[in-house]
């Protein structure tokens, strides 16, 4: 049963407002598929083309919330959105190494990019009607998502602290490994095709595994954006457009920041402090329902919070990344 004074949101969408935000998102997805439908090494121009409409739309969206539902949306909406935005981001590390391991080719990468975002569009579809449903039905739904935002937050720290954060074992993906165990794969990549029909029996291309391997990841993503940004507003229809206006942008940003990713050396600790904060903040929410005395956290505070560690982490990674690039090479050995 719920608990008295722990209210979910209710939805500033109405129906119609749905359909036309799932067929934009589609057609969106659609146009996607035809910029990519031949393989091609991706320009910097036309990465950071797309990263300007990929972020314009977003904020103009925001634009819409608060001035149609008011200050407090807006600010909910725009809150999420840098969550989900800079949790994408660590998408993109892992993504960075998926490609590395399998040896993408340049010119299909974007085509591997653009079907994890659908892979975590759907997945996260799915996350956020279970726990809209979940959290009207059971107030300490809360407690939950705020557990396991901390464990989180707990095992990204300890792995940035033993220098094991972002790492990637293709090897050791149990998904990998049962595709590999039903199907016989190519050696070599067939284009962008993820099966050819060889000697008469169906073949996986290892386009097919990278895919396959980013799927296994946006299932493990989506487990933590979705509690995140339902840590900051309760509404289902805002948590889903925060989700789908921070995925839809990533294929293009993945080719802008793909040479400054190295540079975000503190990004592990900067998530791992926000993933724990709206944690705690969930918590805090739920404890308010049953006793109204706990505070509980504004989101205007969220925000400032939130835009602070990000800054903070963004000025050390530089720091730390400007010092290691400075520091002079180690001497060979040389034997004789």
Do not use: C
């Not at 591997?112 to 739904?141: K, P, S, T």
């Not at 720290?157 to 094991?164: E, I, P, Q, W």
């Not at 080719?255 to 503190?266: C, E, N, R, S």
């Amino acid at each position: 049963m719920r608990t008295r004074g722990a209210p979910v949101l209710d939805s500033i969408a109405t129906p119609t407002l749905w359909w036309i935000t799932i067929a934009a998102v589609v057609g969106l997805l659609v146009v996607d598929f035809v910029a990519t439908r031949k393989p091609h090494e991706v320009s910097m121009k036309e990465a950071t083309a797309w990263s300007v409409f990929y972020i314009t739309l977003p904020l103009l969206f925001g634009l819409y919330v608060w001035n149609a539902h008011g200050a407090d949306r807006g600010l909910e909406y725009y809150t999420g959105y840098l969550v989900e935005k800079t949790l994408s981001v660590d998408n993109l590390f892992v993504f960075m190494l998926l490609l590395a391991a399998f040896a993408v080719p340049k010119v299909l990468q974007q085509r591997v990019l653009l079907y994890g975002i659908v892979g975590a569009l759907v997945l996260r579809g799915i996350f956020i009607a279970l726990g809209a449903a979940a959290l009207e039905r059971f107030d300490w739904v809360f407690l939950v998502f705020g557990g396991v935002l901390l464990l989180t937050g707990l095992k990204l720290l300890r792995d940035a602290m033993s220098g094991h954060d972002h790492e990637v074992d293709v090897e050791d993906m149990r998904i990998v490994r049962l595709a590999r165990r039903l199907m016989p794969v190519t050696s070599d990549y067939e284009g962008s095709r993820m099966s050819v029909v060889r000697e008469g029996r169906r073949w996986l291309t290892p386009l097919a595994l990278v895919v396959v391997a980013v799927f296994a990841t946006d299932i493990v993503f989506a487990v933590d954006s979705v509690p995140a940004v339902y840590g900051i507003t309760g509404d289902p229809y805002l948590v889903f457009a925060t989700n789908a206006f921070a995925l839809l942008g990533l294929r293009a940003l993945y080719f802008v920041l793909q040479g400054a990713l190295d540079k975000l050396v503190h990004l592990s600790y900067g998530l791992a402090a926000i993933l724990g904060f709206i944690g705690v903040k969930l918590v805090l929410h739920w404890a308010h329902g049953v006793w109204p005395g706990v505070p509980s956290v504004p989101t205007l505070a969220s925000l400032g919070v939130i835009v602070g560690i990000l800054a903070l982490t963004t000025a050390t990674s530089l720091v730390a990344s400007r010092r290691r690039e400075q520091e002079p090479e180690a001497p060979e050995d040389v034997t004789v």
